[in-house]
């Protein structure tokens, strides 16, 4: 046997050995169907099913009656359980995917999740297919004319016509519109922070950019936040029927360009529509603004990166650690360290600290940092399962300024295996860990000792029949005399603070509004509560007083 071929067979079954730790061949898949639609699903997720089902069934009448179209075959919809989650739609072949829980997208608000997930991916398929001018089985037309490869003189002629014409922002915003009229989803606090932002600069994404998805993420976020102000300026101001004329009218095989369907349908351009969209927005924000009053705000040290955020002063107070992409993209932050040295350079004061991309916390005492992640093979869960590395708490030591190399030296240890954590906080005392837990779409406050040995879920309360439900446990941080644990959590219905007392096993919340109350923060003494609110419209710092309860506003920005 030739040499080549001996090692080509030894890369093919390692390959195969490699692979196989992934192939989930014993996971266990179920299928039910409803008049419209038919759902795969984790069978885990069992429980989720009626409730799935029950939505989408009520969106299709909706829908129905909206775009005057009936699909024609059922929605095949798949149903997967990971630590990380998303949600898309495949227009062409009426699939739809949902994962089963939260994304925590940074630079949006936070919903119900399935009812804002249902919603928009399914209003993606019912607006595009609307939108088709043929089938699904043909996504666009090609002609062409190629001459023989041995002619002096060749000739290649090649175009390709699509069958969906539709922007980005228009199918986007259409999405989002519709799950604030039918899901979860609205106009939140994020999307008007970004818009403002960037109509105040100048910074309005143009009318070219918005057609399509392009950069990076924020580039896309800012495109999907423009579609859904664009498509509601265009619902209020010209009525929704609008919306869905477009969508018929881009399905006429004479309609190759979408700005001829906004002139057919408004009787104006796609830039006259830009232009009178532009300038409310610049009326709307210029007052709001200069309703604020005296602002008050901090000093920006991060030129870079779009994502930057979880501050923490290390222990000497010399340096503010926080996580920020950089120049890099979404999902790529890094644990930077901003150091107040005088004596260096302020464009040399932030460097990277360690390799950590999520929510962290520090210990003061000993210096040990503490965080979440999938890297380990200890989290990897068996191939019948479906080879999925999980969420863990690991600890470390935080970087020393002095510039020392040690191979064998290692500080960081893994103390969880397999759990599904999302957040962790040192108590005050170094040697417990507060913890957030993924069950399937449930969150769980839990307790672990930094060894690993000991884990008990506190809240809610796994005994109880009737427990409260919680879709998602965000940020964590226990109060310095280690007797409570403020945590950020998602309901049923929006973002709360609550108070975990680990003596006597309660729960309360706090500033209990309809507004997005997030992020808290023990001041060092244990008498105030720091956390991040919307309730004005804009986000902003509050102090909350635990012994008489009064509230503060301590920032004001715009």
């Known amino acids: 046997m030739k040499k080549q071929n001996i090692i080509l067979i030894i890369l093919i079954l390692a390959v195969q050995v490699y692979s196989s730790r992934f192939n989930g ?44 179209l009936t699909l024609p075959n059922k929605t ?28 925590d997208f940074k630079l949006r608000g936070s919903h119900t999740w399935w009812d804002d997930v249902i919603t928009h991916e399914y209003a993606h ?120 004329a ?8 004479h309609r190759l360009n979408f700005d001829r369907v906004i ?36 000093r920006k040290i991060n030129k870079d990166g779009f994502d930057n955020y979880w501050p923490m002063f290390s222990p000497d107070g010399k340096k503010i650690f926080f996580l920020s992409n950089g120049k890099q993209d979404y999902g790529m932050q890094t644990l930077y360290q901003y150091q107040f040295d005088d004596t260096i350079k302020e464009d040399k004061r932030i460097t990277p600290a360690m390799n950590i991309s999520d929510i962290y916390d520090i210990h003061p005492q000993s210096g040990r940092i503490c965080y979440q992640s999938a890297k380990s093979k200890k989290s990897q869960l068996p191939a019948r399962q479906g080879g999925a ?26 103390v969880t295996i397999k759990k599904g954590i999302f957040n962790s906080s040192f108590s005050p005392s170094g040697n417990m860990i507060a913890c957030s837990q ?29 427990r409260p439900e919680i879709n998602y446990i965000y940020s964590i941080d226990w109060s310095p005399d280690g007797r409570h644990i403020a945590f950020s959590y998602m309901d049923q219905t929006d973002r709360k603070i609550g108070i975990y007392d680990t003596l006597n096993h309660t ?15 023990y001041s060092p003494d244990g008498k105030h509560l720091y956390f991040s609110s919307d309730r004005t419209g804009i986000f902003n710092i509050y102090r909350y007083n635990i012994q008489d309860k009064s509230l503060e506003q301590v920032t004001n920005v715009s």
């Open 125 to 244: 398929i019912v607006s595009i297919w609307t939108g088709m001018k043929l089938s699904n089985h043909t996504p666009d037309i090609r002609f062409g004319f190629f001459s023989h490869p041995n002619e002096n003189n060749r000739i290649e002629a090649f175009q390709s016509l699509s069958t969906e014409i539709l922007p980005f922002w228009f199918t986007e915003g259409i999405a989002q519109y519709e799950s604030s009229r039918h899901g979860s989803d609205f106009w939140d606090s994020h999307r008007d922070m970004i818009l403002r932002t960037l109509t105040l600069s100048g910074k309005l994404l143009t009318w070219d950019h918005m057609q399509v998805g392009a950069g990076k993420i924020d580039d896309y976020e800012k495109a999907y936040n423009s579609g859904f102000s664009l498509v509601t300026y265009i619902a209020d101001t010209y009525g929704y029927d609008k919306i869905t």
């Open 246 to 253: 477009m969508l018929r009218e881009s399905a006429k095989m």
């Open 389 to 414: 590395r999980m969420l863990d708490i690991f600890t470390d030591t935080l970087p020393s300024d002095k510039k020392s190399f040690n191979p064998f030296r290692k500080t960081e240890k893994q």
């Open 25 to 68: 061949f014993g996971l266990k898949f179920r299928t039910v169907e409803s008049e419209h639609f038919k759902i795969t699903y984790h069978s885990n997720c069992e429980y989720l099913v009626n409730r799935v089902q029950q939505k989408f069934e009520q969106l299709y009448n909706i829908y129905k009656n909206t775009y005057g």
């Open 438 to 466: 993924r069950d399937v779409d449930r969150f769980y406050l839990a307790i672990t000792d930094t060894s690993g040995t000991y884990f008990n879920v506190v809240y809610p309360n796994l005994q109880d029949s009737v």
């Open 76 to 103: 095949e919809v798949v149903i997967l359980d990971s630590d990380f989650s998303n949600g898309w739609a495949l227009s062409f072949t009426n699939t739809i995917t949902l994962w089963t829980h939260d994304t």
């Open 507 to 521: 729960c309360q919340t706090i500033c209990d509004t309809k507004n997005d109350e997030r992020d808290p923060s």
């Open 263 to 298: 002139k057919e349908v408004l009787g104006i351009t796609g830039r006259e529509l830009y232009a009178e969209w532009k300038s409310s927005l610049e009326k709307k924000y210029k007052t709001q603004v200069a309703n604020l009053g005296t602002q008050v705000f901090g």
